[in-house]
């Protein structure tokens, strides 16, 4: 496994879990030390546990030595990063070619080169062509593996997947029969609970994992505009969603509505389809159009915001309660929390802030000068407003009338729907949510 970031050590760690020998490699120096170390660098539920387990049974290893991992490896799998390309919104692919290229001096014959990493429709041929331009003696197999990991409920995701997609280069001598096996061989346990595996084409596989990601987006962006039509007409979107969800082809999944979508995922995939569409000469206005929308929102927020604090924030405390994107990880990538809160900061707001996992790696994107709490009470004392940027469980069990004796004024911004209105306005608050009255 090229690349110990999430996709890698989940993916890796799950492979072990399965009972296949995996080493990953990783380049980071802390990274790599953290990991030898037992300590995992990012935040996911259960993660720890199943990397202990396997280290101990030595079915994974860490290292940063790639020939050494590829030697005697049947598969090798392609997991570092994929950022957005500046300018374009293209997938920056340097690092996936650059693995490449180091695999292909490394490799013996045989070996297949699989594709984690999200990549862009004509990645795989790609790597092939490097493969064989770089090493025209050797012989190898591609295929493409997107990952469909929600942070936070990564292990899950791996162990129990709704779908694992596979594509195979059909165009070698044996028409990737052999990839095929040893694919179906890594997935075994997948079989053995009768989850769908579906073997197709590369470019089908890889453009799968886009269209995935943006129709999602979509959802959640939709639902964020139904959200907006309430607040004008007087709707509940709890309840508009629900209503919908209960329809079976529509489904109750990516229906919360919120500040706009972020993550690690969500914002780089719809940008690269976009692009990846207008190259082809197949433009994707819906994709675009949600592109735009959750951009817009963000800074919507900051405003909503602005003007419930009185319409201005100049010199006004504003508690923060979660930064990341969403709960149950320490991933800041797009968080709703960098543009809203920079935005306040620059309109002149003193805050303060807590979140349970994401503060150490907030400190490295946000102003300087926001100051972090030790919980969710402290965030709140003194503040004259309260604003509410991720649905940690922690925060929906806080005592309104806790928090009401801590805060200085009585304005809520929940931006994330964890409170009851009528229980916040009887406790003397001036509360505020997404699409409730």
Known sequence: MIGGGYVGLVSGACFAEFGSDVAIVERDPKKLAALRNGRIPIYEPGLDAIVSKNVETSRLTFGDDLATAVNGADAVFIAVGTPTRRGDGHADLTYVYAATK??????????LVVTKSTVPVGTGREVARILKETRPDLTF??????EFLREGNAI??????D????????SGPDEGERATRIMREVYRPIHLIEAPIVITDLETAELTKYAANAFLAMKVTFINEMADLCEKVGGNIHDVARGMGLDQRIGQRFLHAGPGYGGSCFPKDTRALTAIARDAGAPSRLVEATVDVNENRKSRMAKRIITQA????????????????KPDTDDMREAASLPILTHLHEAGAHIQAFDPEGMEPARELLPAEIRYCTD????ATGADILVVLTEWNVFRAIDPERLRNAMRGNAIADLRNIWSPDSMRAAGFNYSSIGRS
Do not use: C, H, W, Y
Not at 102 to 111: P, R, S, V
Not at 141 to 146: F, G, R
Not at 163 to 170: E, S
């Open 102 to 111: 180091e695999i292909a001096l490394a490799a013996k014959d045989g070996l």
């Open 163 to 170: 779908r694992v997609i596979i594509g195979i280069d059909t």
């Open 156 to 161: 899950g995701d791996f162990m129990r997947p």
């Open 376 to 379: 969710a009470l402290e965030a």
């Open 141 to 146: 197999d591609v295929a493409s593996n997107p």
């Open 310 to 325: 009185g319409g201005s924030i100049q010199g006004k405390t504003v508690g923060v309660l979660g930064l990341t994107f």
